[in-house]
T-cell receptor, first 109, second 116 residues
Framework: GQNIDQPTEMTATEGAIVQINCTYQTSGFNGLFWYQQHAGEAPTFLSYNVLDGLEEKGRFSSFLSRSKGYSYLLLKELQMKDSASYLCAVRDGDYKLSFGAGTTVTVRA | GAVVSQHPSRVICKSGTSVKIECRSLDFQATTMFWYRQFPKQSLMLMATSNEGSKATYEQGVEKDKFLINHASLTLSTLTVTSAHPEDSSFYIC????????????FGPGTRLTVT
């Protein structure tokens, strides 16, 4: 089975940094994804990690430790438009994605 | 970038009727498409994996006779919710895996189904 945990909510100030943690216990691992989802919309791809380490893409970075079953998404220089739900998803060998419940990030002025 | 469309974006139907949702990959071929359901303030739950030219694979607890999936071409998969009931009201999202791509699934914009 798949068990993916991430915090329910986080609040931060515009311009600040927020780190969203994700821990997972899954049967089969073939990569970890982070998606951003605004209310009523489909998820949009943010990052992908399959090897240990940090992947940086502009204001967003994602880290993976396969031995610890742990990932985080780092959002820097927060903007109001970053207020959204952030989904951690693990892919198995059949390319199926299992999603965490999502972390709602609220950015305040 | 790869684009996936869904039609319709919103649909309201009466209890007992059937609704068909289309998922299309517009600029790539997708041998595999996935159908998800998302209830309010919950995460996406995979319903089934749709493979072109073969039967769909359903996740545990998903009724295959109620949620009919057809993947007749490399760019189109359809989900038909048969005999819909109010508890089927949800946000249905499809995704498509680019057969020639590396790792991404591309998500459609979703279909909001409301059963009255």
């Amino acid at each position: 089975g798949q068990n993916i945990d991430q915090p329910t909510e986080m609040t931060a100030t515009e311009g600040a940094i927020v780190q969203i943690n994700c821990t997972y216990q899954t049967s089969g691992f073939n990569g970890l994804f982070w998606y951003q989802q605004h209310a009523g919309e489909a998820p949009t791809f943010l990052s992908y990690n399959v090897l240990d380490g940090l992947e940086e893409k502009g204001r967003f970075s994602s880290f993976l430790s396969r031995s610890k079953g742990y990932s985080y998404l780092l959002l820097k220089e927060l903007q109001m438009k970053d207020s959204a739900s952030y989904l951690c998803a693990v892919r198995d060998g059949d390319y199926k994605l299992s999603f965490g419940a999502g972390t709602t990030v609220t950015v305040r002025a | 970038g790869a684009v996936v469309s869904q039609h319709p974006s919103r649909v309201i139907c009466k209890s007992g009727t059937s609704v068909k949702i289309e998922c299309r990959s517009l600029d790539f071929q997708a041998t595999t498409m996935f159908w998800y359901r998302q209830f309010p303030k919950q995460s996406l739950m995979l319903m089934a994996t749709s493979n072109e030219g073969s039967k769909a694979t359903y996740e545990q607890g998903v009724e295959k006779d109620k949620f009919l999936i057809n993947h007749a071409s490399l760019t189109l998969s359809t989900l038909t919710v048969t005999s819909a009931h109010p508890e089927d009201s949800s946000f249905y999202i499809c995704s498509a895996r680019d057969s020639g791509g590396l790792y991404e699934q591309y998500f459609g914009p979703g279909t909001r189904l409301t059963v009255t």
